[in-house]
C-alpha cells in the first residue's frame, strides 16, 4: 500500500473520531456540535411547552457540557437550579437508557413527568415509551449509573 492510501486511511479515521467525539463526548450530556442537547434551550420545555432552539449568545456550561438558551431569562433560571431543568439521564435517550445503552436524542421527542425533562432518540420510539412511561423510567433509574460510563452513542 502507498504512503499516500495510507495516510488517507489514517486521516479517514481521525476525522471519524472526532465526529463521534462531537456527537456526544464534549461534556457530561448528549452534545452534538458542541452543544447539549442538540442546542436545544431545556428550560422552554417547562415554560413553553415546546422544544425551543437556544442560541450560543445565551449559554451556560454545566457538568462539561455547554447548553444553549432561547432568553436571558431562561439562561437565568438554569443557572439558579440546572437540577430542575437539566435533562434526565445525560439528555440521552430515556428509552435507549432502559434497554441499556446511549443513544442520540430528537428534540422534539420529550416528554415531562413528575417535573422532569425526558428525551427520545425519536417519535416511534417516544410512542413506545409513553406506553409505560413509570417501567422505563424504573429501568432507566437502575441502569443510568451504568449506561453513563458508556462511550458507543447509537446516532
Known amino acids: ?51 425551543v432552539k437556544g442560541s450560543p449568545a445565551y449559554q451556560v456550561a454545566h457538568n462539561g457540557s455547554t447548553f444553549h438558551f432561547a432568553s436571558q431569562a431562561n439562561r437565568d433560571l438554569f443557572r439558579a437550579d440546572p437540577a430542575r431543568y437539566a435533562p434526565q439521564y445525560g439528555g440521552f ?39 409505560d412511561i413509570p417501567g422505563y423510567i424504573a429501568k432507566a433509574d437502575k441502569n443510568w449509573p451504568t449506561v453513563a460510563t458508556q462511550t458507543k452513542v447509537y446516532d
Open 1 to 51: 500500500m502507498s504512503i499516500s492510501k495510507r495516510l488517507m486511511g489514517e486521516v479517514g479515521a481521525i476525522l471519524v473520531l472526532v465526529a463521534l467525539a462531537t456527537t456526544a463526548f464534549g461534556g457530561s450530556y448528549f452534545e452534538k456540535d458542541g452543544a447539549a442537547i442538540r442546542g436545544y434551550d431545556p428550560v422552554a420545555y417547562f415554560t413553553e411547552n415546546n422544544p
Open 93 to 131: 435517550c430515556a428509552y435507549g437508557t432502559a434497554a441499556g445503552y446511549k443513544a442520540a436524542i430528537d428534540p422534539a421527542a420529550y416528554s415531562i413527568v413528575d417535573g422532569k425533562l425526558y428525551l427520545n432518540y425519536n417519535a416511534d420510539i417516544q410512542k413506545k415509551w409513553r406506553a
